[in-house]
């Protein structure tokens, strides 16, 4: 094996042994990477072209990490406004409303924030509604994962389509038809472990075939979109229409920005910055409507989001610096060399291994997306479809992240269960993951 190759795997693996295995935070992750790329770069003699990269990668990684500053103070003025906890009050009326719960509802609040933001929103409420612990956790984990790709207004997929230079409505399209067949089969195994009807199971799975043309019209936002849609219909059949007006006028907030952000989309304004400056300035005015202006949500927003800026930021300029000298391509050419058509199978399942031990989406396509788009090129295989499996497989295997199994049993106060969490979900995740690998395959036996 060539040494850029070698490099090359280096890059990837040390992430995910730092993160994964020594349990450090990503920014250590992401710095420790940095520093040994650098390194490698030195001793190649490509340290030049290696800092004008550096400073690319930065450019870019700054531009993604503004979608997650916005999406996370608009989250933290809706919660500083009492919205959030009015919904839940509203929401803990009927059984039924359970798997939308965790289904639906959990995608929404997953596109608007992410984080693991819906596991210590919606498990609680669960678990508040005599939901078993453990079932409640597991149950929310598993339904969320169909959102991830689109957390925080489509961040992963965005991610995806800066690294690679491709349309970010496409890889979306692409992630939202190939993600909708793993969300029926979710819905079913939820439906099993919350006692549901499977004929409810069944009403709620055809509902997800309008992601199709969700995805095909709304792009990066198809979570925001279908997750509220599905959950205004499966509400009103829960509830009544009465009490789903009463939790959607709670939902205005978000509603509000649905809207401007789909005028935004439709006008084609929809630069990472530009998109960014209107959720922050959404949040803003929802402010001042609301007659309650404070700097509390600025506050509350740089504590949580500093770190995730930084990684972002940093992982985004290794991939460009990786990418431009010829790490990855020397990478995917070994492994196309050793696996040749059949790598195009597991697609779906590195993309889950990497969010599994890195804890996000967004960082295993950080990580991947360049030897998922170098193999593409070697192989001539359709680069879009592959980054699309690499996107919908980090989704799902995010499910199986400690750092959100922990935020969902710590909001219901008894740690104690994060074995069992993980014991339950760790046994779905292969049945969730089976359809975006018979999708590769089908893929592979039609080109």
Same mark, same amino acid.
């Given at each position: 094996?060539?040494?850029?190759?070698?490099?090359?795997?280096?890059?990837?693996?040390?992430?995910?042994?730092?993160?994964?295995?020594?349990? #450090?935070?990503?920014?250590?992750?992401?710095?420790?990477?940095?520093?040994?790329?650098?390194?490698?770069?030195?001793?190649?003699?490509?340290?030049?072209?290696?800092?004008?990269?550096?400073?690319?990668?930065?450019?870019?990684?700054?531009?993604?990490?503004?979608?997650?500053?916005?999406?996370?103070?608009?989250?933290?003025?809706?919660?500083?406004?009492?919205?959030?906890?009015?919904?839940?009050?509203?929401?803990?009326?009927?059984?039924?409303?359970?798997?939308?719960?965790?289904?639906?509802?959990?995608?929404?609040?997953?596109?608007?924030?992410?984080?693991?933001?819906?596991?210590?929103?919606?498990?609680?409420?669960?678990?508040?509604?005599?939901?078993?612990?453990?079932?409640? @956790?597991?149950?929310?984990? =598993?339904?969320?994962?169909?959102?991830?790709?689109?957390?925080?207004? *489509?961040?992963?997929?965005?991610?995806?389509?800066?690294?690679?230079?491709?349309?970010?409505?496409?890889?979306?399209?692409?992630?939202?038809?190939?993600?909708?067949?793993?969300?029926?089969?979710?819905?079913?195994?939820?439906?099993?472990?919350?006692?549901?009807?499977?004929?409810?199971?069944?009403?709620?799975?055809?509902?997800?075939?309008?992601?199709?043309?969700?995805?095909?019209?709304?792009?990066?936002?198809?979570?925001?979109?279908?997750?509220?849609?599905?959950?205004?219909?499966?509400?009103?059949?829960?509830?009544?229409?009465?009490?789903?007006? #009463?939790?959607?006028? /709670?939902?205005?907030?978000?509603?509000?920005?649905?809207?401007?952000?789909?005028?935004?989309?439709?006008?084609?304004?929809?630069?990472? /910055?530009?998109?960014?400056?209107?959720?922050?300035?959404?949040?803003?005015?929802?402010?001042?409507?609301? #007659?309650?202006?404070?700097?509390?949500?600025?506050?509350?927003?740089?504590?949580?989001?500093?770190?995730?800026?930084?990684?972002?930021?940093?992982?985004?300029?290794?991939?460009?610096?990786?990418?431009?000298? *010829?790490?990855?391509?020397?990478?995917?050419?070994?492994?196309?060399?050793?696996?040749?058509?059949?790598?195009?199978?597991?697609?779906?399942?590195?993309?889950?291994?990497?969010?599994?031990?890195?804890?996000?989406?967004?960082?295993?396509?950080?990580?991947?997306?360049?030897?998922?788009?170098?193999?593409?090129? =070697?192989?001539?295989?359709?680069?879009?479809?592959?980054?699309?499996?690499?996107?919908?497989? *980090?989704?799902?295997?995010?499910?199986?992240?400690?750092?959100?199994?922990? @935020?969902?049993?710590?909001? =219901?106060?008894?740690?104690?269960? /994060?074995?069992?969490?993980?014991?339950?979900?760790?046994?779905?995740?292969?049945?969730? +993951?089976?359809?975006?690998?018979?999708?590769?395959?089908? +893929?592979?036996?039609?080109?």
């Amino acid at each position: 094996m060539e040494i850029e190759a070698l490099h090359g795997l280096a890059i990837i693996i040390i992430p995910i042994i730092t993160m994964g295995i020594l349990k #450090r935070k990503s920014t250590i992750a992401s710095m420790l990477t940095l520093f040994y790329l650098l390194w490698a770069i030195y001793t190649l003699n490509r340290i030049n072209e290696g800092l004008f990269f550096l400073i690319k990668g930065i450019f870019k990684g700054s531009l993604i990490s503004l979608i997650v500053l916005s999406s996370m103070y608009f989250y933290n003025v809706y919660k500083y406004l009492g919205y959030e906890k009015k919904v839940v009050k509203l929401l803990s009326k009927k059984k039924d409303i359970q798997l939308t719960l965790a289904t639906f509802f959990a995608g929404f609040i997953e596109s608007i924030s992410g984080f693991g933001i819906p596991v210590a929103v919606v498990s609680p409420l669960l678990y508040s509604m005599n939901v078993p612990a453990v079932v409640a @956790v597991s149950s929310v984990m =598993i339904g969320h994962a169909w959102a991830v790709p689109f957390a925080s207004m *489509g961040v992963p997929t965005e991610v995806l389509a800066t690294l690679s230079n491709n349309d970010v409505f496409t890889i979306s399209f692409l992630t939202g038809s190939f993600m909708m067949f793993s969300l029926v089969v979710a819905i079913f195994i939820i439906s099993k472990l919350l006692g549901i009807s499977q004929l409810k199971a069944m009403i709620y799975s055809l509902m997800t075939l309008l992601i199709y043309p969700i995805a095909l019209i709304f792009g990066p936002i198809t979570g925001l979109v279908a997750g509220i849609i599905f959950f205004i219909i499966s509400a009103i059949e829960s509830l009544s229409l009465k009490d789903t007006w #009463r939790v959607l006028k /709670e939902l205005k907030p978000y509603l509000f920005l649905t809207i401007v952000l789909m005028i935004a989309l439709i006008l084609t304004f929809n630069k990472l /910055e530009f998109i960014s400056i209107l959720i922050t300035l959404s949040g803003i005015i929802i402010q001042i409507f609301s #007659r309650n202006i404070s700097v509390k949500p600025i506050i509350n927003t740089i504590k949580t989001a500093w770190r995730p800026f930084i990684t972002i930021t940093i992982f985004a300029a290794i991939t460009e610096i990786a990418s431009q000298t *010829g790490l990855m391509v020397s990478l995917a050419k070994v492994i196309a060399s050793t696996l040749g058509v059949y790598y195009f199978y597991i697609v779906p399942i590195i993309g889950a291994i990497g969010a599994y031990f890195t804890g996000s989406n967004t960082t295993s396509n950080i990580v991947f997306s360049k030897i998922q788009e170098s193999y593409a090129e =070697i192989m001539n295989i359709d680069e879009l479809q592959i980054l699309a499996l690499q996107n919908t497989g *980090g989704g799902i295997g995010s499910m199986s992240s400690p750092f959100k199994i922990a @935020v969902g049993t710590s909001t =219901i106060s008894n740690e104690n269960i /994060e074995s069992d969490v993980f014991r339950t979900i760790i046994r779905i995740l292969p049945i969730i +993951l089976v359809p975006q690998v018979m999708i590769a395959i089908l +893929l592979l036996i039609k080109s």
